[in-house]
């Protein structure tokens, strides 16, 4: 009964994640790093919430994000970081100069560029770098246990965290960077050893008692190792000034709090049917 549960949150993900597909075109919304454009960085004070408005005003069909500039080791602005996509450098810079009443010179600006060709070039890289990962670890998986079920619980589980992480960054209108998809990958690392602790204590370890005996241990060990990740990468997110740091920390967190449900429900009761129904054969 209670694989229910994380099967419903996973089709819930999944419809989050189709409803944003038909909407925009895409199964999650990108940055500049994946689909081109400009990041400027202005080292000056400045309030965000007005600037932001303004530009929307100027340039309506642009998409255009503004974050503060932290100081190292201190919330102390120190300007601010402004991603722009389908919005031409010298007209965002113009703009910039008459809003802020400050001219911008090499001295306290700086842009970034990257082509939507490039951007595109880097997404399917990183793409398929996530298709050969899922690809490699299923193989490498069902070699170790030699059993189909096991193997695609494993791989699956995987698979519905990385889904999960997405719906969530769709629903709250995050975007997905460079960072991100490497969050992703390393997501998919932690999702897989808390598996195949389980699944190694349930197929291997048969010596060490009954079938809930050896699944009790292994939930054990394998939430000790989530939670003192979860609470090392909590206190990093509120700590860091970071961005990038802050988004990677948070993919990973969200990725695995949702594999608690699909490692402690999903994978130990397919586990416990699989091994059951092959001792009554």
């Keep these: 009964k209670l694989l229910i549960i994380p099967i419903i949150i996973f089709a819930i993900s999944l419809i989050i994640i189709f409803q944003h597909y038909s909407s925009t075109g895409e199964i999650v919304d990108k940055d500049v790093t994946l689909k081109g454009g400009l990041t400027i960085t202005i080292y000056s004070p400045i309030d965000i919430p007005d600037l932001k408005a303004q530009l929307k005003l100027e340039f309506p069909k642009g998409d255009i994000i503004v974050r503060r500039l932290t100081e190292f080791g201190s919330n102390e602005q120190i300007g601010l970081l402004i991603e722009a996509a389908e919005v031409e450098e010298e007209e965002l ?101 808390t598996d195949i602790v389980i699944t190694t204590k349930a ?11 050896r699944m009790t241990s292994g939930v054990k060990t394998g939430l000790t190792m989530t939670i003192s990740t979860v609470v090392a990468l909590t206190v990093g997110y509120f700590v860091s000034q970071s961005y990038v740091i802050k988004e990677m920390f948070l993919i990973i967190i969200l990725g695995l709090i949702f594999d608690v ?21």
């Design 261 to 281: 449900i699909m490692t402690y429900l999903f994978n130990t009761g397919v586990l416990v049917w699989w091994t059951r129904r092959k001792a009554k054969y």
């Design 93 to 193: 810079k113009a703009v910039l100069e008459e809003k802020l009443n400050l001219e911008l010179t090499k001295d306290n600006y700086s842009v970034e560029q990257v082509g939507s060709s490039l951007g595109n070039a880097f997404y399917k890289q990183m793409r398929t770098a996530l298709i050969l990962a899922f690809i490699f670890m299923a193989i490498v998986i069902l070699i170790t246990f030699r059993a189909w079920i096991p193997a695609f619980t494993i791989v699956f589980c995987a698979f519905a965290d990385m889904v999960f992480v997405v719906a969530i960054m769709n629903l709250f209108g995050m975007r997905l960077s460079t960072t991100g998809i490497a969050a992703l990958l390393m997501l998919i690392g932690y999702s897989i050893d």
């Design 203 to 213: 197929l291997k370890r048969k010596e060490e008692g009954n079938i809930v005996d």
